[in-house]
């Protein structure tokens, strides 16, 4: 199997980079062989791999669970971290430009952990989530501190159809002065999406302007769905 970061590199960055420019979201198409996400799905039921648990009823966030590995993260988790995060970073700094926020990232992830230490974030934020029938996520932003990297990669590790029904993953933008506009993405098994943390930078007349959009899981309607969450910044 080709190694993780050459699949990485061969994706079509430029068409990722633009639909995400356009609607705030871009498709990485499947990156994850059928073995590896069942690999993955099959990590949730080792608590010793974790380093805690969120009953999303609990807190209100909807209703399911999830769970954010403990360091040191599985290697397949870490080289997708470390791998997208050299692809996306470019972007990122161009992206807080475009949002008129003073800020830049550093080259590679290694160099993002420690700016995310100094600012006293040091626990990692890769999770897996699993839904079952009647599981849902409320539309959220991942945010853990101060420093926030602007993108996110989600990646399916079911098989839409056939492991679960329902269960679209939702992009809700609110623009300003206007009615909110709505994306649902059905995640093949394998495949994943860049989509924004925060803000999305879009061109108006007078330079850019801001939407905030937040994101979330429509109902799984049955069967079971796993999904794997790669956040780059880690929390306080
Ligand atoms: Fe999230």
Not at 225 to 232: A, D, E, K, N, S
Request: hydrophobic share 40%.
């Amino acid at each position: 199997m080709v190694k993780i970061s050459e699949r990485i590199a061969a994706l079509r960055w430029e068409d990722v980079l633009a639909s995400l420019w356009g609607s705030g979201y871009g498709r990485l198409g499947t990156l994850l062989t059928a073995e590896e996400c069942g690999d993955l799905s099959a990590l949730y039921g080792q608590p010793e791999l974790f380093r805690s648990r969120i009953d999303m009823a609990r807190y209100r966030f909807g209703r399911g669970e999830y769970q954010y590995f403990a360091w040191p993260l599985p290697a397949l988790v870490g080289e997708l971290r470390a791998g997208l995060y050299r692809h996306l970073a470019p972007a990122a700094n161009e992206w807080m430009a475009a949002l008129g926020f003073d800020q830049t990232f550093p080259a590679s992830q290694d160099g993002f952990q420690r700016k995310c230490a100094a600012s006293g974030q040091t626990r990692p934020t890769p999770l897996l989530l699993r839904y079952r029938a009647g599981d849902f996520n409320c539309l959220h932003q991942d945010l853990y501190g101060e420093v926030v990297f602007p993108f996110q990669v989600v990646f399916g590790l079911s098989k839409p159809r056939e492991d679960y029904d329902g269960g679209e993953f939702l992009l809700v933008e609110q623009q300003p002065r206007a009615q909110s506009a709505g994306h649902a993405l059905l995640l093949e098994r394998g495949e994943g999406v860049v989509i924004t943390t925060r803000y999305r930078p879009v061109r108006g007349k007078k330079g850019f302007y801001r939407t905030n959009v937040r994101h979330g899981v429509s109902p799984v309607r049955a069967g079971e769905r796993y999904t794997l969450g790669i956040v780059f910044h880690d929390a306080a």
